[in-house]
């Protein structure tokens, strides 16, 4: 705990504990507080205020066909129910707890696929509003091609640490990286660095010859 110094801001924050973000940004929150006992703090002091507030409210009156129809469903739910099954190894425990279910042991055992010299990513999955969770792993020393979004980037540094043009990231830190940002990160030499990105839109490379495959990322975004 209290590995990061970068933070979500106040707002992210507040509209995690109420429910209301993409589950995509919240999945970065979550792994972020994992190593933030600040946040943690803060997110608890958070869901105190609204549950003060949800105490206020004066409850809508609700039908008996309406109660009738919920208890159903409940019974069914229940008659329902299969017996889960153990699986046959556990997740690494270095693993934050809201990615176990797309990882079903360590990071090296997935289908990591091969971005550039430096780079491997994995998707995990793709959010309602289309934006695509993935993990990119940056090989010790190596680096990304300078580029800029066309839509908000949010990272979590899961192993390992980057630097770029704002300062150096290490291993739980939270960024959010907006259209009008551009940067180039570069693991650090010590070891691999394994981040979670959340995409909302395909990045933009900016250099006179690497901005040529700019067309070919948009479609394999889509």
Request: include cysteine; proline fraction near 5%; aromatic fraction near 6%.
């Amino acid at each position: 705990m209290n590995k990061s110094v970068n933070h979500p801001y106040d707002e992210l924050l507040t509209a995690y504990s109420a429910g209301s973000l993409p589950l995509s940004q919240a999945l970065c929150i979550s792994a972020h507080l994992e190593h933030c006992q600040s946040c943690g703090q803060k997110l608890q002091r958070l869901n105190r205020v609204g549950s003060q507030m949800m105490q206020q409210l004066k409850p809508a009156p609700a039908s008996a066909d309406l109660k009738n129809q919920l208890l159903d469903r409940l019974d069914s739910l229940t008659e329902e129910q299969a017996p889960v099954e153990s699986k046959a190894s556990e997740p690494d425990s270095s693993i934050p707890r809201c990615l176990r279910q797309f990882i079903e042991s360590r990071y090296e055992d997935l289908p990591w696929k091969r971005v550039s010299t430096d780079i491997h990513s994995v998707e995990l999955c793709r959010d309602s509003n289309g934006a695509r969770v993935e993990l990119l792993k940056i090989r010790p020393g190596g680096s990304a091609t300078t580029h800029t979004h066309l839509g908000d980037e949010y990272t979590v540094i899961l192993e390992g640490s980057f630097s770029d043009e704002s300062g150096l990231y290490g291993q739980g830190d939270f960024m959010v990286k907006g259209t009008r940002d551009k940067h180039t990160p570069v693991a650090t030499r010590d070891r691999e660095c394994i981040c979670l990105a959340v995409t909302e839109g395909p990045i933009q490379f900016t250099g006179f010859i690497s901005r040529l495959l700019n067309p070919f990322i948009r479609r394999s975004y889509a």
